[in-house]
């Protein structure tokens, strides 16, 4: 039973930023010393590390892959099997919540874990990209094919609306669900993510795209430091107000897009501020992803952790923990999985084919997860066909324990020593 403030009275007592910490483990460079040949290859020194993040709901023992809980739901799997397939931690988005139950309905629920049966640590971010990117639609509404960078910022596609507006306070923005207008800022996304009741939260930051200009993305780098800076002064005062809650860390988000001095500069102002991690964030091309990562934690500082936002290709996950990522999260697993897609360490497949109709094996051979240990490929076949409702949630389970234990390797080869011969031969594997 929760604690009732009003018997106990130690439980009124405001949160502790002390009840959130990061301590480094070993790190990648010393365990696996890699080559001079390796390290060029690089761009430059590998960063990557083991470390321990330690919640009011528990550790999270890194690098770790974050199960996307988008609605306070990992889709079509029970709390009880997400805990069961090893994903140490939930995160879900405050843009949702907030149209969709309502953040005060999580409140009085007791915060996120409490609402959704979840025992283990909860991230939200901060709904800025959703309020820019399914808000303004921009894959939708701004056009995409002018990336040639000569056009002007944010080319609105023919025909389509702009549903986001940024100004110095916040951002005006319409609901996908409905349509409504409605108003995020700094402050409010501090609120809305507080009454969520996460562990980590990220700080509001505005989203550019690639096709911005180059004065752009200064202009809005600036806006998203001093965004920042607001999110860490509502960030105490709600800490300081909101008496017998856990403490909620608050993440910063770094922006830059590709620009490597204004990554820096990004990093470095926002590395000064008084935030528990960091999140990388905004557009990342596939190719530049590692350096960009890379950029940014050489300037970060290391005894915080640092999350990046939205990746779960195995190539990209390498790069990204090799280069000092600590955790990381992706709707992939278990997007692809209500289209039949399932991880095997041969590649992706699709259980959709023809060739799956008689075939008794589990979807991967040894795999250790409830699906595997339980069901056929021909079973999870027949369900996909007949549009039954369980094919997402085995096949959603075995993708979210692939990339969990993918990542769970990955650690413990950092630890033993033989990450790059484990990511050579990952890679290898599964892109033959
Ligand atoms: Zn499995």
Redesign the pocket.
């Known amino acids: 039973m929760p604690a009732n403030p009003e018997t106990n009275p130690s439980s009124a007592l405001p949160a502790k930023q002390s009840d959130f910490s990061f301590r480094v483990g070993k790190r990648l460079s010393e365990t696996c010393s890699p080559s001079p040949e390796q390290v060029a290859e690089n761009g430059g020194a590998f960063l990557g590390r083991t470390g321990t993040i330690s919640t009011p709901h528990g550790e999270i023992q890194t690098p770790a892959f974050i199960a996307v809980g988008t609605k306070a739901t990992v889709k079509a799997v029970l709390p009880e099997a997400v805990a069961d397939l090893g994903a140490q931690a939930v995160l879900a988005n405050a843009y949702h919540l907030y149209l969709q139950p309502g953040a005060d309905i999580l409140d009085e629920a007791g915060g996120l874990g409490a609402f959704m049966n979840w025992q283990g640590p909860t991230f939200t971010d901060s709904g800025g990209f959703q309020v820019m990117s399914l808000g303004s639609g921009f894959k939708k509404v701004i056009d995409m094919k002018s990336v040639d960078h000569s056009g002007p910022d944010d080319a609105v596609a023919p025909g389509k609306e702009r549903l986001a507006h940024v100004d110095e306070e916040g951002v005006w923005f319409k609901s996908h669900l409905n349509g409504d207008k409605h108003r995020f800022s700094p402050e409010i996304s501090m609120n809305v993510q507080h009454q969520i009741g996460a562990d980590i939260m990220f700080a509001f930051d505005e989203l550019t795209t690639l096709q911005n200009s180059r004065g752009y993305q200064e202009e809005s780098l600036e806006r998203t430091r001093r965004w920042a800076e607001r999110c860490i002064t509502e960030h105490f005062r709600l800490t300081g107000e909101r008496t017998g809650k856990p403490y909620q860390a608050l993440f910063g988000v770094i922006q830059g897009a590709q620009y490597e001095d204004l990554r820096r500069k990004a990093c470095r102002d926002l590395g000064a501020m008084n935030f528990d991690g960091f999140g990388i964030g905004g557009a990342l091309e596939k190719e530049n992803l590692g350096t960009i990562v890379r950029w940014c934690n050489e300037e970060l500082p290391e005894d915080k952790p640092r999350h990046l936002l939205g990746i779960s290709e195995p190539d990209d996950i390498f790069t990204a923990i090799e280069n000092g990522a600590d955790t990381f999260d992706c709707v992939s697993p278990t997007r692809v999985a209500r289209n039949s897609a399932?991880y095997h360490p041969d590649g992706r497949f699709n259980l959709s084919g023809a060739k799956y109709k008689r075939d008794f094996g589990?979807?991967?051979e040894g795999?250790?997860?409830?699906?595997?240990?339980n069901y056929s490929r021909a079973y999870i076949h027949h369900l996909f066909k007949s549009k039954e409702m369980l094919s997402a949630t085995l096949i959603s389970?075995?993708n979210e324990?692939?990339v969990v234990k993918m990542v769970d390797d990955a650690r413990l080869a950092i630890e033993d020593g033989s990450f790059f011969e484990f990511k050579a031969e990952t890679l290898r594997r599964y892109y033959s």
Do not use: K, T, V
Not at 367 to 373: L, P, R, V
């Open positions: 399932f589990p979807l991967q795999c250790d997860c409830y699906a595997c240990q389970i075995h324990r692939f």
